[in-house]
């Protein structure tokens, strides 16, 4: 059964699809990219029967173009976290953060690209909220999608970056995170929806992750309930 989910989900949807399958015998077949890209897809004729996107807009996106019979349900709500690379002398902070563009420290800034994924769009407005964008803006590098952002961070591509706080409690990642205060950015209230080529297999799992077994492990990945 096709899924489509956002790049932030890649770990968390992993580890739900294994219990899933391991619960029920069902297999799932996930892609994961920004949420926009993702979108575009969708609206191209991907044979998709479930979308969890990292936003609200997207989902609401296919449901006025008529391309899901309603607007989805809300699943998640995600975090943003500023990062920096193993052995890095940078604290992850923004007013470190702030001290390292002035001072050249941080040469390059991992962000994901913010016209298609909803936690690139979050990090512009986080640093914009503190009066950093006008700084960080020639030091940006760009990923496709919030994974590809963490990947340059986690490498050491990059100096410092955003990514989710999903991906961060990833297997293997050795740097150091911190929480970007959530009132420096619109929530990221993340929300899915059934397609309308959706089969009776989609729906048993969209309400699977609702339930309070997928609710409890997608909690163990850095995600809030729905209010």
């Given at each position: 059964m096709p899924v489509a989910a956002a790049a932030s989900l890649r770990y968390a949807l992993d580890d739900a699809a294994a219990a899933y399958s391991k619960a029920t015998g069902e297999q799932l077949r996930i892609s994961y990219a920004a949420s926009g890209n993702l979108v575009q897809q969708i609206e191209a004729g991907a044979p998709y029967q479930l979308f969890l996107s990292a936003d609200e807009d997207h989902?609401?996106?296919?449901?006025?173009?008529?391309?899901?019979?309603?607007?989805?349900?809300?699943?998640a709500v995600g975090r943003l976290v500023l990062i920096v690379p193993p052995g890095s002398p940078i604290n992850p902070s923004l007013a470190a953060l702030k001290?390292?563009?002035?001072?050249?420290?941080?040469?390059?800034?991992?962000i994901a690209n913010p016209e298609t994924a909803p936690y690139g769009a979050r990090s512009v407005e986080a640093l914009k909220a503190v009066g950093l964008w006008a700084q960080a803006q020639p030091r940006l590098v760009t990923g496709e999608n919030i994974a590809q952002a963490f990947q340059f961070v986690a490498s050491g591509a990059a100096d410092a970056?955003?990514?989710?706080?999903?991906?961060?409690?990833?297997?293997?990642?050795?740097?150091?995170?911190?929480?970007?205060?959530?009132?420096?950015?619109?929530?990221?209230?993340?929300?899915?929806?059934?397609?309308?080529?959706a089969t009776p297999a989609a729906r048993r799992f969209h309400d699977w992750l609702l339930s309070p077994a997928g609710q409890a492990l997608l909690a163990r990945h850095g995600y809030l309930p729905p209010a």
């Open positions: 989902v609401f996106r296919l449901a006025d173009n008529g391309l899901a019979p309603d607007r989805g349900r809300i699943y001290a390292g563009l002035a001072s050249g420290q941080v040469k390059r800034l991992a970056g955003f990514t989710s706080l999903s991906l961060v409690k990833s297997p293997g990642f050795k740097g150091r995170y911190a929480l970007v205060p959530a009132n420096l950015h619109q929530p990221l209230t993340q929300r899915m929806v059934l397609l309308k080529s």
